[in-house]
């Protein structure tokens, strides 16, 4: 009888265990870009994918870029819902410009897990980084190595909530730096990123040549296409700082004569790899969100990275 018992337990355990296996394979995800060809965006979805494969998990996993634009990311996000998916991920948007699309998949039962995208009701969780920190740490750094003097480009993009907020940050630092004028200020057309920075700064540097010693850039690929054409130009003892920590970056940053002094190394694929098991607890096996998620937006550790402590970064 006991043994019969047992027999049994075991063989209902081997369904369940089965049974949770098949339903983590037949999981449909929707990933939404916000922009695909951003850096920061391929490592978040290269964590992801690293998660997965650590798991053995087959998740059926299609991608949607909305090209930076904020009216195909709110069009990616009604299409998601319309196929009924299981969980959609979206990554650097801004969602504000999303809450009908968000509210359709809602409605459907749909749960919405974001990226840098900034929590609005309606999504699971925004896991990001403190955006606001991470400029108040770079921003000073750049200042305090002009030693407080000079002249700087001010590369903006108001269209996502991370880069707004860190130009924010830099634009009330500038206040306590009254040595440091503003010789332009400029928001990136986020559809053609790098060409638009490179067209600008081309431009800037016809205009202001050796007046300008630093650029400010609210991520590192803008960064690099700054340093790309004072380069070009001979300008090559302007200081330039970035946000995200890419690996190229930070190599940049690691050369002892390079232009780029600074960076912030965001964890985009530990981003990735947190959502996977945030949609496994949630929608796989059916945990409560209160049980799994601590906050609305959960914030990862982002340090500064330096001429002083790049190797420590380096991959």
């Known amino acids: 009888m006991t043994r019969t018992l047992f027999a049994g337990l075991l063989l209902a355990g081997s369904s369940l265990a089965s049974a949770a296996m098949a339903q983590d394979d037949a999981m449909d995800i929707a990933w939404v870009h916000s922009n695909a060809a951003a850096q920061s965006e391929q490592r978040v979805k290269a964590g992801f994918e690293a998660w997965l494969a650590e798991q053995g998990l087959n998740w059926n996993v ?57 929590y609005i009701p309606g999504v699971m969780v925004d896991v990001t980084t403190n955006n606001w920190a991470m400029s108040s740490s770079v921003s000073p750094y750049l200042l305090d190595q002009m030693g407080g003097e000079g002249n700087i480009i001010f590369l903006r993009m108001a269209e996502h909530h991370g880069t707004r907020k860190r130009g924010d940050v830099m634009e009330d630092v500038l206040q306590e730096y009254q040595g440091v004028k503003v010789l332009e200020e400029h928001n990136i057309d986020y559809t053609a990123f790098f060409e638009d920075t490179t067209t600008t700064m081309q431009d800037y540097v016809a205009r202001y040549g050796e007046d300008i010693d630093a650029v400010w850039a609210p991520w590192d690929e803008p960064a690099q296409a700054a340093i790309n054409v004072l380069a070009a130009a001979g300008l090559t003892d302007v200081k330039v700082i970035g946000i995200d920590g890419h690996p190229q970056a930070i190599a940049e940053v690691c050369k002892p004569d390079s232009m780029m002094i600074a960076t912030v190394a965001q964890p985009f694929e530990g981003m990735g790899a947190q959502v996977g098991e945030w949609i496994r607890a949630t ?8 049980e799994v998620i601590p906050s609305n937006t959960v914030y990862m550790d982002a340090p500064l990275v330096t001429k002083q402590n790049c190797q420590e970064f380096m991959q």
């Open 283 to 290: 929608v796989v096996d059916g945990k409560p969100r209160e």
């Open 62 to 118: 299609s991608f949607l870029d909305s090209g930076g634009s904020g009216e195909a990311t709110a069009t990616n996000l009604q299409d998601a819902a319309s196929r009924g998916v299981d969980a959609i991920i979206i990554t650097m948007s801004d969602l504000r410009a999303s809450r009908a699309a968000i509210e359709a998949a809602v409605q459907a039962g749909i749960p919405i897990f974001s990226v840098d995208s900034g």
